[in-house]
């Protein structure tokens, strides 16, 4: 029903940023909040930041929270995720998901998004 896929991941080093980017195709998109979520080596996935479709309601992590900047471009069918000030450990794969909400409502929960892209990979060194 829908399809996300995400680009934009690679190597940085300690400081530097990255843009990721989620691409949905498939049903409208229209109604559907979305989230980043990261699994780091050895750790289960945990949520990064959420956006409702309006984009008027907005997650952060507390760990990425000043550093990251979530956003979307409905008209576009695209969601991005900012990565400023990047430290070793938001080393991980990140990973888009969906799902249907009211127009302002976002959620969190790992197990509440019926939708997921396949991940990119984000390496920071120090």
């Known amino acids: 029903q829908v399809q996300l896929v995400e680009s934009g991941g690679g190597l940085v080093q300690a400081g530097g940023s990255l843009t990721l980017s989620c691409a949905a195709s498939?049903?409208?998109?229209?109604?559907?909040?979305t989230g980043w979520f990261r699994r780091a080596p050895g750790k289960e996935r945990q949520i990064v930041a959420a956006?409702?479709?309006?984009?008027?309601?907005?997650y952060y992590a507390d760990s990425v929270k000043g550093r990251f900047t979530i956003s979307r471009d409905n008209a576009k069918n695209m969601v991005y995720l900012q990565m400023n000030s990047l430290k070793p450990e938001d080393t991980a794969v990140y990973y888009c998901?969906?799902?249907?909400?009211?127009?302002?409502?976002?959620?969190?929960?790992?197990?509440?998004?019926?939708?997921w892209g396949q991940g990119t990979q984000v390496t920071v060194s120090s």
């Open positions: 998901a969906a799902d249907r909400r009211p127009a302002n409502v976002v959620t969190t929960s790992v197990y509440e998004y019926a939708y």
């Open positions: 498939g049903r409208t998109f229209s109604g559907y909040a």
């Open positions: 956006i409702s479709w309006s984009s008027a309601t907005l």
